[in-house]
């Protein structure tokens, strides 16, 4: 996707449907924020940032619920959701569902798939893991 903010216009939006699914964008300084497009993105379990510059994508609890599906990547018992990027990228993870959430997500190890290895995030309370490929900056906010 070379322009996000075509998601803000009334009536768009993805719905990757049954299967691992990926997004990816392929311009540069974009932001991709799940936490605002809500529901405009459904079923995408995976999100490329590469691109051709540094992209941001801002994230929570509840878009790695609803986006994310169990053992995916691993099996651990829990929903999985993987970004993948390289240096310049960023991922902000929000870990909130609503206020009345307690926990917070946490660095637990690393998982190589292939060739890439991945951050493992998991989230305390809740079954529910994001993986970020190394190499990214990732904000827990």
């Known amino acids: 996707m070379a322009n996000v903010d075509l998601l803000r216009t009334e009536g768009s939006g993805i719905n990757g449907g049954a299967g691992m699914d990926m997004l990816n964008l392929t311009g540069a300084g974009q932001v991709l924020d799940l936490t605002v497009l809500g529901n405009k993105i459904v079923s995408l379990e995976v999100i490329d940032l590469t691109g051709s510059g540094g992209n941001t994508l801002n994230l929570s609890l509840e878009n790695v619920l609803n986006n ?21 990228d960023m991922v902000n993870l929000d870990g909130l569902v609503n206020s009345a959430d307690s926990g917070e997500w946490l660095a637990q190890g690393t998982l190589k798939l292939g060739v890439t290895n991945y951050q493992i995030y998991q989230h305390s309370t809740l079954a529910a893991e994001l993986l970020v490929q190394q190499g990214m900056q ?3 906010v």
């Open 68 to 88: 994310g599906r169990t053992n995916l990547f691993h099996d651990v018992d829990t929903i999985q959701m993987m970004v993948k990027g390289n240096a310049g």
């Open 138 to 140: 990732t904000n827990l």
